[in-house]
């Protein structure tokens, strides 16, 4: 007779245990597991890490100082900016009243030749003159300034300039300004003073300088590269099972030193002769802007005051032949002279208007240029 036998399986651990039953031979098999459950516990894991980079070799503080200069570079360039769109518009609003002088000169020399037309007929009429002064008198009048609607045309053209420049349709320019008959001209001595006051004025030259001052620091962040980076690191958090949240045997905290080295310093050295030589194409920018400034003001005001003595000069001229045509115009009818020297006198008229107009338009262009010259910003 065959006998089952069953015992607890020594393998047994304490979470698992099974009972089997075990048969010989013909001794049917059955087995019997019981399994205790696995506990359940939520997880966590969390912390914060800081480093701060030690400046020993002077890496970011020369990194600091060309991220300022290229701040202020490119203030200086937002005023170069603001300094040219006012130029600009002023020499638009200049235009626009030089053309309207242009074409009031243009007007008062028609009118002066319709009244000489009208005063030779009165005199061929009274029999006082012969028919071939009207004559000459009505040619004079129709081939008198063939540039009216040119200078039309260049007054629509500056308006329209006007119109953009300060930030509108051409078809919207300022009506006001149409009107315009005199340029603006300058009522006070010019701010020259010396090259010094003249360079910081200058919205280039200052941005030549800070771009200069840039490319000298980099040179400094690329020299540190040769150096170790030295960063000092501190790192706090907590890890473990929610139940245990933040107690002693769940944090952790560290501090320590962490040091960067490249030992192929190849790619610093080739940083280094880039920089150096960013640094001289700057040199050479600044030196040339530097040069350019000076010669502007030297040319600008030298032109003005060339200008200006030549528009003394015009004015002088102009005013004397209004008066001889005055007085050729009172001989003409008092039968003193003949219509040709009235002729000659009102054409030197009206020359000297027309050369008197230019000047003036070129005065106010002069200005413009001394206003760019002198870096503008003063008053």
Known sequence: MWRCSSRPAPHASRRRRSISTRATNNCPRRVTSILAPYPREVLYDTGVSVSYELDVFGRL??????AVADDE??????????????????????DACNAGEELQVTRRSLELQVQSTDTTRRLVEAGRTSSLDLTRSIRAGCSGPGEYPDTRIQRMNALYRLAALTGKPPAEYPRSVELCATAPRLQQPLPIGDATALLRRRPDVREAERELAAATARIGVATADLYPRIALGVSAGSTGATSDFLRAPTNRFGIGLAIHWEANQSLARARIAQANAAAKFALAQFDAVVLTALRDAESALSTYSRDRERDSDLTTAQARASEAEQQAKRLYVGGKIDFLALLDAQRTLASADDALAVSHARLATDQVAIFLALGGGWE
Not at 73 to 92: N, Q
Request: hydrophobic letters at 55%.
């Open 61 to 66: 503080k020369r990194a600091i100082e060309a």
């Open 73 to 94: 570079a490119v203030r200086a360039a937002y005023d170069l900016t603001k300094i040219t769109v006012a130029a600009e518009t002023a020499r638009a609003f200049a």
